[in-house]
């Protein structure tokens, strides 16, 4: 499964089928947040980077099982968690 989905990753379809359901769980999150202006696009654009973390620590994951599964969420939380801090902090010192 794993070597289909790397021998498919670059197929325009597969594409944008996974980039749409990052597009979609995006906008949800930023639904979510109930943020408007500049703090809506900052948000977005760390909404967007985190998704992206999640979709390759979840593909290593399933490669390597170097962590477990436990792990893996705790880092996916972790990160989210930590990205926002430093946003609000960033936000606050501006």
């Known amino acids: 499964m794993l070597a289909a989905n790397r021998a498919l990753a670059g197929d325009p379809v597969v594409q944008a089928i996974v980039f749409g359901d990052h597009a979609a769980m995006h906008e949800?999150?930023?639904?979510?947040?109930?943020l408007s202006g500049p703090h809506r696009e900052a948000m977005s654009a760390v909404v967007t980077s985190w998704l992206m973390f999640v979709?390759?620590?979840?593909?290593e994951w399933l490669e390597?099982?170097?962590?477990?599964?436990?792990?893996?969420?705790?880092?996916?939380?972790?990160?989210?968690?930590?990205?926002?801090?430093?946003?609000?902090?960033?936000?606050h010192q501006t």
């Open 64 to 91: 390597h099982r170097s962590l477990t599964r436990d792990q893996v969420r705790a880092s996916c939380l972790g990160a989210l968690a930590g990205s926002l801090a430093a946003l609000q902090d960033s936000q």
């Open 55 to 59: 979709h390759t620590l979840c593909l």
């Open 28 to 34: 949800v999150m930023l639904a979510a947040m109930g």
